[in-house]
């Protein structure tokens, strides 16, 4: 490294070093009225990233890994969720492709500002069927259809068993919301907050 980059790096490190995070206002959020189903919390925070002009908030991390238990990220768009899980797609050929063949699970990890939201999904992955991943090449535009060979554009869906809905807090009692999958639905652990809640309960 020569001296002009070595200085470089100093600076930088000086400049992160004089950085604040979490620097947004949370919306006010009662978790007292918390829905069952972790999809209907993700959807309503979803719409309020948007309605409060987060720029893309379907946008979203997301963590593979490899054969050798190395992980990878990448941003992707969120496609759809539904019964079936989280939906996202890619080219079967790229790294992720070959990291989801060899380890079928995955993890997205969402982070919008001001809100001071982040939104955690963790999961094993499977691949929809070749017409669904057909069907979604052909919703592409004709430029982002270009140069994909046949078959190799892949719709996969990650299976949700743990969702973590998390909200900064200027007095840094942070909350956390995480859903975690259970036999019959959803059972939900509420950690921190204002008032320095540890609460259990079960959804449905
Ligand atoms: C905002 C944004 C959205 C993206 N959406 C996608 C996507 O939906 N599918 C995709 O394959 N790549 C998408 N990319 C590109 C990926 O981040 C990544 O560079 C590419 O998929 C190769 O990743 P891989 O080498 O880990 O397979 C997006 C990038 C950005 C910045």
Do not use: C
């Amino acid at each position: 490294m020569t001296h002009e980059q070595e200085s470089d790096l100093v600076s930088l490190n000086e400049w992160l070093k004089g950085r604040h995070a979490l620097t947004g206002l949370a919306p006010d959020w009662d978790i007292g009225a918390l829905p069952d189903e972790p999809s209907a919390l993700f959807a309503s925070w979803l719409r309020e990233a948007a309605d409060a002009g987060v720029a893309e908030p379907h946008t979203v991390t997301l963590a593979t890994v490899d054969a050798d238990g190395l992980p990878d990220a990448r941003t992707l768009i969120l496609k759809r969720i539904d019964d079936r899980g989280w939906a996202f797609a890619s080219t079967r050929s790229s790294r992720k492709g070959a990291q989801l063949a060899a380890v079928p699970a995955a993890a997205l990890n969402f982070w919008w500002q001001p809100q001071v939201r982040a939104v955690r999904v963790r999961g094993r992955v499977e691949e929809a069927t070749p017409d669904e991943s057909a069907a979604d090449l052909a919703a592409r535009s004709a430029s982002a259809r270009a140069d994909i060979a046949a078959g190799d554009w892949t719709l996969w869906r990650l299976i949700p068993t743990r969702i973590e809905f998390w909200q900064g807090s200027r007095d840094r009692r942070h909350t956390r919301v995480v859903y975690d999958a259970a036999d019959d639905g959803w059972s939900r652990t509420v950690i921190g907050g204002p008032a320095d809640r540890l609460t259990e309960d079960r959804g449905a």
